[in-house]
């Protein structure tokens, strides 16, 4: 089992900068991928970017490309999502998602554990 909570959400205005953090439990972190996803109101729930457990192989939605990046430390069991240039339709809740069996995880089909989100509010 693996469970993961979110935090580093809030309310910030267009072109800001917000890290998002997610604490993962489970001796196995190290060997699981872990992912963002977002879900913006009224709308279905979005890949955002993944991090492979191995070599830290990334992937990215293209509407992030360029602006968010993924990071991961083993170490501590955590994974982040820094976000820079926030644009308003970046607003949504942000889940952390990881997956034992999954290696590219960029499907939430492939999701094994979810997160409860946090709250990304990004003002004109």
């Known amino acids: 089992q693996v469970q993961l909570v979110e935090s580093g959400g809030g309310l910030v205005q267009a072109g800001d900068s917000l890290r998002l953090s997610c604490a993962a439990s489970g001796r196995t972190f190290f060997s699981i991928t872990v992912a963002w996803f977002r879900q913006a109101p009224g709308k279905e729930r979005d890949f955002v970017a993944a991090?492979?457990?191995?070599?830290?192989?990334?992937y990215y939605a293209d509407s992030v490309k360029g602006r968010f990046t993924v990071s991961r430390d083993n170490q501590k069991n955590m994974v982040y999502l820094q976000m820079n240039s926030l644009k308003p339709e970046d607003t949504g809740v942000y889940y952390c998602?990881?997956?034992?069996?999954?290696?590219?995880?960029?499907?939430?089909?492939?999701?094994?554990?979810w997160g409860k989100g946090t709250l990304v509010t990004v003002s004109p």
């Open positions: 998602a990881a997956s034992q069996k999954t290696p590219v995880l960029t499907t939430a089909g492939g999701v094994d554990y």
């Open positions: 991090i492979r457990p191995i070599g830290s192989t990334t």
